[in-house]
């Protein structure tokens, strides 16, 4: 049975993965919206040509981007139909924005394997950006964590998490939260404490971080203590036996 404390911390991750993902999205995505269809610049004759072709590829995209955010906010529309259909019409940073959003519905409809083919399609992108496809890989994570799959939730942790990588804090964070799900507090109270301690970490995930080193040490001694409880018993009974054999 998982720890209430435990649910709660990983709730907490996720909601604040949400409120950062936009900002990482346009972030990471930004120089794809600005060169969308870059791929066919040799070919459009001349400087004014080519301006005049992206400005008009970008003006389309936004508008057919914008048409599709506006009909997902109609309560008597499934933003699961409507997600995918803006996928399908959408290409380059704004297709994959798009199938983030999908994403997003199916897991909001409690589709939870759904999201994550959606999340999978977007890591799968042939020469997609690595920030987002990073960022589809931790989604995909918190999903399978919430399913208690640790050991998918790992595999793809593990490809996130190594040093100087873009999603390694996030990453190690998570992967500190299978351990303590999984028992393994040692090894959590090792990612917890090099979190707390860098200089580079987030400052909400360095404070979370020591929140959860705290309460992984209390755990530590609390289950110690009660180890030695059991076997100071398990010593007095033994004793009691043989001297009632004596």
């Known amino acids: 049975m998982s720890d209430p404390n435990n649910d709660a911390m990983i709730q907490e991750v996720d909601d604040e993965l949400r409120k950062e993902q936009l900002t990482a999205l346009w972030k990471s995505y930004g120089k ?6 870059v791929t066919v610049v040799l070919v459009v004759a001349g400087r004014q040509g080519w301006d005049e072709y992206l400005k008009t590829t970008q003006e389309e995209a936004s508008t057919t981007y914008q048409a599709v955010v506006d009909a997902a906010k109609d309560a008597a529309k ?12 959408l290409k380059g940073g704004y297709g994959s924005l ?5 994403a997003a519905a199916k897991l909001d409809a409690g589709d939870m394997d759904g999201a994550i083919a959606a999340f999978d399609a977007i890591a799968a992108q042939a020469g997609g950006d690595p920030d987002l496809k990073g960022l589809a890989q931790i989604q995909t994570a918190m999903i399978y964590v919430q399913k208690s799959d640790y050991a998918a939730a790992r595999g793809r942790l593990s490809l996130l998490s190594g040093i100087g990588k873009p999603w390694h804090h996030s990453a190690t964070e998570l992967l500190a939260l299978i351990d303590v799900e999984e028992g393994l507090l040692d090894d959590a109270m090792a990612k917890y ?6 200089t580079d970490v987030p400052a909400t995930i360095s404070e979370r971080a020591s929140k959860m080193l705290a309460y992984v040490e209390a755990r530590v001694k609390a289950e110690t203590a009660a180890e030695g409880v059991v076997a100071d018993d398990t010593n007095a009974t033994s004793s009691t036996i043989s001297e009632g054999n004596q």
């Open 78 to 89: 499934d933003p699961v139909v409507i997600w995918t259909d803006g996928v399908s019409a």
């Open 98 to 102: 798009a199938g983030m959003q999908l």
């Open 32 to 37: 794809y919206i600005i060169g969308v269809a």
């Open 193 to 198: 404490t090099s979190l707390a301690l860098a």
